[in-house]
């Protein structure tokens, strides 16, 4: 596509609820990242892909988060069980890759638990 | 862990003042990487600095990368309006090439 598509760009669920973020790098991108982004902040690193090997997952809050990227493409983000303080702005952004390159940011996911 | 801060956090400036932001990381990084993120949308990327005390411009904006590669800063002469947002520092850190690390962001103010 012509550039990162996140989905649902909203997304209000109850606590408790489970729910996936939904990332469409744009196409060709090896690197895909996942950000969450609180009101006022930087965006706070979750996670890394590239193609489709998770490389890095230390950001992730806890076990109720994780992601996937199957295919090296298409990615999701997964939140369990979710508390009020999950909610925020879910970025995602890819890269055509490695350390020199720019990160293309999607238009976010406002999640609000309640 | 590793950090990236930015001062200040907000600055107000009338329209054709200057305006710095300041960007220091804890620890070495690879590079650094300036992003602008407008009211309401996602950060967009501005430029990327590699090199040891590297200088570069943009027409009325000037990026500087610290000799030690650990602080950078972003001026902005004679601002405008249209300058309006939020400017954030990103970095990979040396010992981990693809951990893109943002800074906390400063958030410009113009009057007209």
């Not at chain 1, 702005?89 to 638990?113: I, P, W």
């Not at chain 2, 960007?23 to 309401?40: A, D, E, F, M, V």
């Not at chain 2, 902005?76 to 400017?87: L, M, S």
Request: aromatic share 12%; charged share 20%.
């Amino acid at each position: 596509g012509a550039g990162v598509s996140q989905s649902p760009r909203y997304k209000v669920t109850k606590r408790g609820q489970d729910v996936a973020l939904r990332c469409d790098p744009i196409s060709g991108h090896v690197s895909l990242y996942w950000y969450r982004q609180a009101l006022g902040q930087g965006p706070e690193f979750l996670t890394y892909f590239n193609y489709e090997a998770q490389q890095d997952k230390s950001g992730l809050p806890n076990d109720r988060f994780s992601a996937e990227r199957p295919e090296g493409s298409i990615s999701t983000l997964t939140i369990q069980r979710t508390e009020q303080r999950d909610s925020a702005m879910y970025r995602c952004a890819s890269s055509s890759q490695g350390e020199n390159t720019e990160a293309f940011f999607g238009q976010g996911t406002r999640l609000t638990v309640v | 862990g590793q950090q990236v801060m930015q001062i200040p956090q907000y600055q107000h400036v009338q329209e054709g003042e200057d305006f710095t932001t300041y960007c220091n990381s804890s620890t070495t990084l690879s590079n650094i990487q300036w992003y602008k993120q407008r009211p309401g949308g996602h950060p967009v990327f501005l430029i990327q600095l590699v090199k040891s005390g590297e200088v570069k411009k943009q027409k009325r904006l000037t990026f500087q990368f610290g000799e030690a590669k650990k602080n950078s800063s972003l001026h902005i002469t004679a601002t405008q309006t249209t300058d309006v947002g939020t400017y954030f520092c990103a970095g990979y850190l040396t010992d981990s090439s693809y951990k893109l690390i943002f800074g906390s962001g400063t958030r410009l103010l113009v009057r007209p």
